[in-house]
């Protein structure tokens, strides 16, 4: 059973440039998660969503940053007009719901802005 | 403003020695976690508490929780170098998997 996959696993853009994240989730799992990591930090939580819902985005930015979980294909985190400090590590998890279901990460992206 | 919060941030331990990493948080929680991160690499899961009293061990690693106190233990046993990474501790105050990490211990084993 292939674990959460994300790609690309680094990514380099320019400032203004658009970032595009995908994950692909742990087969059986509906529940998608957003964390991003800056250098010397723990993870902070950016969104949550279910298959074509977005169920807590409170942790996203209100501008530039938008994400999506459609009913075919990956979950994708989408950036635009990146900006210096947006350069982090961004990882998805993946659950297949319920309280006691643990998270299961996947390797990241790490996204660097020039 | 829901916190977490591990001390030390940093351990630097020798082998053999036995330490302890203290997570403190701001909210009521009946879940607690514990994952390792190696340096660029992903969250590993160490340990699920789901409970007040809950105590899990799993080689020289072993972690406590007392809801009552909002505090989690994580217990290392004879260190050796390769429990050297950051260990984070997260709760899920509403359980729903939006985990609030902590600021993460940062422990390096000294042959």
């Known amino acids: 059973n292939a674990g959460v996959m994300q790609n690309p696993r680094h990514l380099v853009r320019r400032r203004g440039q658009e970032a595009r994240l995908r994950c692909s989730p742990m087969?059986?799992?509906?529940?998608v998660y957003w964390y991003r990591q800056l250098p010397e930090e723990g993870l902070k939580f950016m969104v949550y969503?279910?298959?074509?819902?977005?169920?807590?985005e409170s942790g996203m930015p209100k501008e530039r940053f938008s994400a999506e979980f459609p009913k075919e294909g990956p979950s994708i985190l989408r950036i635009q007009q990146v900006v210096r400090g947006d350069s982090a590590a961004y990882f998805c998890?993946?659950?297949?719901?319920?309280?006691?279901?643990?998270?299961?990460f996947g390797n990241g992206t790490r996204l660097t802005v020039t | 403003e829901l916190k977490v919060e591990q001390n030390p941030l940093f351990l630097s331990m020798q082998e053999e020695k036995n330490y302890t990493i203290y997570c403190n948080y701001s909210?009521?929680?009946?879940?607690l976690y514990w994952y390792r991160q190696d340096p660029g690499k992903s969250l590993e899961s160490l340990f699920v508490?789901?409970?007040?009293?809950a105590v899990k061990q799993e080689g020289r690693l072993m972690a406590s929780l007392d809801t009552k106190a909002r505090l989690s233990t994580l217990h290392i046993t004879a260190a050796v170098h390769d429990l050297s990474a950051t260990y984070f501790c997260?709760?899920?105050?509403?359980?729903?998997?939006?985990?609030?990490f902590g600021t993460g211990t940062l422990l390096a084993v000294q042959p």
């Open positions: 998890a993946s659950s297949p719901g319920g309280p006691d279901s643990p998270l299961h």
């Open positions: 087969k059986g799992h509906s529940h």
């Open positions: 969503l279910q298959k074509e819902n977005i169920i807590d």
């Open positions: 909210t009521t929680s009946d879940r």
């Open positions: 508490l789901l409970s007040n009293g």
């Open positions: 997260a709760v899920d105050p509403r359980l729903q998997g939006k985990l609030i």
